[in-house]
């Protein structure tokens, strides 16, 4: 037996048989601006149900959390503006 057996590697470096192509005609005509934007609310509509929304508890600790971050951050901010004016106010004193 001469015939030689042709692996599957070889398949796939030949190639598959082309297949036909047909044409099919796409519609380039935007929809309208009402139909753009009840899509729009309905897309929104299907996302909005996806969402996991928190529990009051959760949400009450997330909220004091923001708080109280804010608050720190605050006072920090404070502080390096005090220090800074402390620092032009004795550069003014110096300087004369």
């Known amino acids: ?22 044409a099919v005609k796409k519609d380039d005509t935007k929809p309208g601006f009402f139909k753009r934007i009840g899509k729009w609310f309905r897309e929104m509509k299907s996302e909005l149900k996806k969402v996991i ?11 004091l959390i923001s708080v109280v971050f804010m608050l720190v951050s605050a006072l920090v901010l404070w502080g390096a503006d005090m220090i800074a004016s402390l620092a032009v106010n004795l550069l003014f ?3 004369g």
């Open 1 to 22: 037996m001469a015939e030689e057996k042709i692996t599957t590697e070889e398949k796939k470096l030949q190639g598959a048989p082309a297949k036909a192509v047909t």
């Open 53 to 63: 929304w928190p529990t009051p508890k959760a949400l009450a600790k997330n909220s």
């Open 93 to 95: 004193r110096i300087a």
